[in-house]
């Protein structure tokens, strides 16, 4: 079988799928059905390859090609066109067929000519005969209403920055970009603003159906009580009057509706055949990983086809639409808009870095829409350095899911560190300290005059840690069980009746949540957020944050604070694990799933379960467990498991579902076989394939059943400790700018420590040493530098540094939230030094090299005369990157792995001669001194 005859049958199949009737130009029956797809019909310039004619009118053709042709689909454009406006044999009349289709076996791209300046854009699927009998039916095209139907937005009811964002998104539509972002920070009215853009698509755009998906279910049923309680300004009626509005509960969806709310887990599952599990709508996705292959994936289903919704609103699209659920995105047809209070880099790229709308916190708390907030900082000292637990101790010791006790006696010495706590330890003394403190600065200083507990959100490691949190604040407040409650998704009570009294009732003052408040729930009579567990992620943390900028007016918040004076001015965050200063990252925690245990995890996979559920689940359980078991225990499964710690067994599974790295083996296997791919030519089955032989390899350890029953055993004698021997204090207790001083004591012990040793290590001499011996500085003496200064008493690490220079000079410092290299002591050292200038920015030393780098680079093509080629050019890069890591460049740095896989020294002589020796000694000179 050809190439091409392989492709004709694959597009054939499609068609069918679709609804279309598929037929040969000798067998033609144009009253067979709505759509016929006619093959090789002749026009005057040749014969097309389908013509297709709805309701016996011709309207379109598809241009086919085979497999390989795919990456270069835009090309036959031309060929398309040429058809589309040839004499069709037999056809009265000579009007463009106004349809377009390029098709392979894999790809599909599509160019409707009604449309202003006609714009080709990729389809998962074929569209059914009935849409483009429908689009044949109206006026203008769904891209020409865009542009010429839209009248100017009614500015009632609306703040400035909704108005921006809905114009801003209307001109997007109007030049179809497909991907729009809404970006607005937390309270200022994101799903008020995206419902008033949807009333204008439905009524001046004539949109047939725009799907509103979220993340978890809690959202889905905001999202439906601000569509029932909106009144568009043209008109006296409720929104749900005007038009039908679904939220979805099963896999179909109503005919009649025009707006159709759903979780993403949920349209996933109706196009993947995958069975729903009801909880996994009750989990925010930042609290799980989206899995990145799965083993059914979105497929064409005729009741739900491509063209179902012409607008796909995204609500808290920054943890949505990656991976595993980009695939409902995919498979459908629409224009793309994203919500986000907290976008990340991923997020601008995903939609183009289309940004239509940015509306920041800053901007929303000096316009009045949010409310600023204040740090407060609780220091203990068990939270800071831990404690020792002695052998022979008598304490609790607590299973942490069943939370069933025994009492005995520690086996061994047990050092643990803040970061332990809650988790192998439980120091109830240290929760005890902190949520006094908190009371205490509350009633005294904080909220002073107020006779009620404000509204007080914490925020729990594990639901464990939210049950001993809230045993101890109704204790530590003297208060019975109406006063605290736990918010989660767990809670035995239902939670949304426990988060609408928290919301609107005077009882709870205090809820304790793990996830279920922290992204996206509306309780804007919050004054308190009290963090009890760290967060890396920057967007999560973001969105915790969010929880207490919600401005509310006066009597409002008299009516659950009844003390309360005025409207809601601020919130105060009270920092007790030092979230505030710990590095965030824009990575997100592997997927939890609690409800099945480890030893069922451990047989599914010996039997046979590859599904990336299991997998994932088994890997976080492992990488997790590997955290809490001590060195004999992790000994015993490295024996077992053929010498890998049982850490890398949880490692290895994630890395096999690693997509670029299936994808890879795939392309590898291909080759093998003599077959000549590229990723966009990769069939499924071979993917599937890829996958399947590298989740089979990291599998293959857990066959063994003395492995599996050690990895159990080693599981069931974790146990929580409960410390009640060590008895914690509060270190500090105050507002973050009572702090200054300490980071004033760090940066000048730093000054104070750059003068006393200047002429005796071997860094600090390059920089007092007049004129610069500039070419002197290497790696070993920044490493020689960071030792002296990280070890104690000093302990003045690189990031310490940093964060201390932050928190002073705010505006100075750039880069503070990114994770510091060893090398920015030397941005460090000049800063200090104030070898830059008087007001100079402290900047990450990558940065500054790259900053002369331009500088030195511009001067020396204009001194040449010529510029550098551009394969020279790229090879200064990476030496420019080498010496930004590495302080400097020499011919023995050519070995390493970013230079050596380009060529090394060899090429780098090719390219520049006798000139190479002489260029890295300018830029070792210019770059770092």
């Not at 199949?13 to 040969?24: C, F, I, P, R, S």
């Not at 920054?318 to 994203?338: C, E, M, P, T």
């Not at 600023?372 to 900082?377: I, K, L, N, P, S």
Request: net charge neutral.
């Amino acid at each position: 079988m050809t190439p091409e005859i392989k492709a004709r049958q694959q597009i054939d199949q499609k068609l069918n799928q679709a609804g279309w009737v598929v037929q040969d130009l000798n067998q033609i029956d144009l009253s067979a059905g709505v759509g016929v797809a006619v093959r090789e019909y002749p026009t005057d310039t040749g014969p097309a390859d389908y013509v297709l004619f709805i309701n016996r009118t011709a309207c379109g053709v598809i241009e086919a090609k085979k497999d390989n042709a795919g990456e270069n689909l835009t090309v036959a454009e031309s060929q398309t066109e040429r058809y589309a406006t040839a004499n069709l044999k037999w056809r009265k009349g000579n009007i463009p067929l106004r349809f377009l289709f390029e098709a392979t076996g894999q790809i599909i791209r599509f160019t409707d000519n009604a449309d202003p300046a006609p714009r080709s854009r990729e389809l998962s699927h074929f569209f059914r005969p009935e849409q483009l009998a429908a689009w044949l039916a109206q006026p203008d095209a769904l891209r020409r209403r865009l542009v010429d139907s839209m009248p100017v937005l009614s500015e009632r009811n609306l703040r400035d920055c909704q108005i921006g964002a809905v114009t801003g998104l209307e001109k997007s539509l109007a030049q179809n970009k497909p991907r729009a972002l809404i970006h607005m920070a937390t309270g200022a009215g994101k799903t008020f603003t995206a419902i008033t853009a949807v009333y204008r698509l439905l009524k001046f755009g004539g949109a047939k159906r725009i799907l509103f998906l979220v993340d978890t279910r809690n959202l889905g049923k905001q999202a439906h009580q601000e569509f029932m309680a909106y009144t568009p300004p043209d008109d006296g009626r409720k929104f749900t009057e005007l038009y039908n509005v679904q939220r979805l509960a099963s896999a179909s969806i109503d005919p009649h509706a025009q707006v159709c709310i759903s979780t993403i887990q949920r349209m996933y599952s109706i196009l993947s055949g995958e069975p729903i599990d009801e909880s996994a709508e009750d989990i925010s996705l930042n609290e799980v990983q989206q899995t990145v292959k799965q083993e059914k994936l979105v497929r064409y289903n005729p009741t739900i086809p491509v063209e179902e919704f012409d607008f796909i609103i995204i609500d808290e699209c920054h943890r949505s639409i990656y991976n595993l659920w980009k695939q409902v995105l995919d498979y459908f047809d629409a224009f793309l808009i994203g919500l986000t209070a907290t976008p990340d880099k991923r997020t601008f790229g995903f939609f183009n870095e289309n940004i239509v709308a940015e509306y920041s916190y800053e901007d929303s708390v000096a316009d009045g829409v949010n409310v600023g907030y204040d740090v407060f900082e609780i220091v203990t000292e068990i939270t800071q350095k831990g404690a020792e637990l002695k052998a022979k101790e008598w304490v609790d010791h607590r299973d942490r899911q069943t939370r069933k006790k025994r009492w005995g006696e520690t086996e061994e010495d047990n050092v643990y560190t803040g970061k332990e706590l809650d988790r192998s330890v439980v120091n109830t003394s240290q929760i005890r300290r902190v949520i006094q403190a908190m009371k205490t600065a509350v009633e005294t200083h904080i909220f002073a005059a107020r006779k009620e507990t404000p509204k007080t959100l914490i925020f729990a490691k594990t639901d464990s840690h939210a049950d001993d949190i809230i045993n101890i604040v109704r204790e530590v407040y003297g208060q019975g069980n109406a006063f605290c409650k736990k918010v989660t998704y767990r809670a035995e009570e239902d939670a949304d009746s426990i988060l609408s009294s928290f919301r609107n009732d005077y009882n709870p003052r205090i809820a304790v949540t793990v996830d279920m408040i922290a992204t996206g729930t509306d309780v804007k009579p919050l004054e308190v957020l009290l963090f009890m567990r760290d967060v890396r992620s920057k967007g999560y943390y973001e969105q915790m944050k969010g929880r207490g900028v919600r401005s509310l007016d006066a009597d409002s918040l008299k009516r659950v604070s009844n003390s309360a004076e005025g409207a809601k001015t601020r919130f105060v965050l009270i920092d007790a694990v030092g979230v505030e200063k710990s590095c965030k990252t824009e990575s997100r925690p592997l997927e939890k799933k609690p409800g099945i245990a480890l030893k069922d995890l451990l047989q599914g996979v010996a039997m046979g379960s590859r599904d990336d559920d299991t997998v994932l689940s088994l890997a976080n359980r492992l990488v997790r467990l590997n955290k809490q078991l001590d060195d004999k225990a992790k000994a015993r499964i490295e024996k077992l498991s053929g010498g890998i710690p049982v850490g890398e067994l949880g490692k290895a599974l994630i890395t096999a579902l690693d997509p670029d790295a299936i994808v890879q083996t795939a392309l590898a296997a291909a080759k093998a076989n003599g077959i000549t791919r590229s990723e966009d030519t990769l069939l499924p089955k071979e993917i599937e394939a890829a996958r399947a032989s590298r989740v089979a390899a990291a599998c293959a350890p857990f066959d063994k059943p003395e492995l599996r029953d050690e990895i159990e055993s080693a599981r069931r004698d974790r146990e929580q400790v409960i410390d009640h021997i060590n008895l914690d204090q509060v270190t500090f207790s105050g507002f973050s700018d009572q702090a200054e001083a300490q980071n004033k004591m760090v940066v000048q012990t730093f000054a104070n420590f750059i003068r006393q040793h200047k002429d005796e290590i071997a860094a600090l001499r390059f920089f007092y040493q007049q004129p610069y011996q500039r070419r002197a500085l290497t790696f070993r003496m920044i490493e020689e530098l960071h030792e002296h200064l990280s070890r104690p008493p000093l302990m003045l690490t690189t990031e310490r540094l940093w964060s201390a220079y932050a928190r002073l000079q705010g505006g100075q410092v750039k880069g503070a939230t990114i994770r510091r290299q060893l090398t920015d002591l030397v941005s460090l050292l000049r800063f200090a030094l104030g070898l830059d200038g008087e007001g100079a920015e402290l900047k990450p030393f990558a940065d500054e090299v790259d900053r002369r780098f331009q500088a030195w680079i511009f001067r020396h093509n204009a001194q040449r005369g010529t510029s550098f080629t551009p394969e020279q050019t790229e090879w200064l890069r990476l030496m420019k990157d080498h010496i930004a890591s590495s302080c400097s460049i020499s011919r023995e740095d050519f070995d390493y792995a970013e230079l050596a896989d380009k060529g090394g020294l060899q090429r780098a002589w090719g390219l520049f001669g006798s000139e190479l020796d002489t260029l890295m000694n300018e830029m070792n000179e210019e770059l770092v001194a």
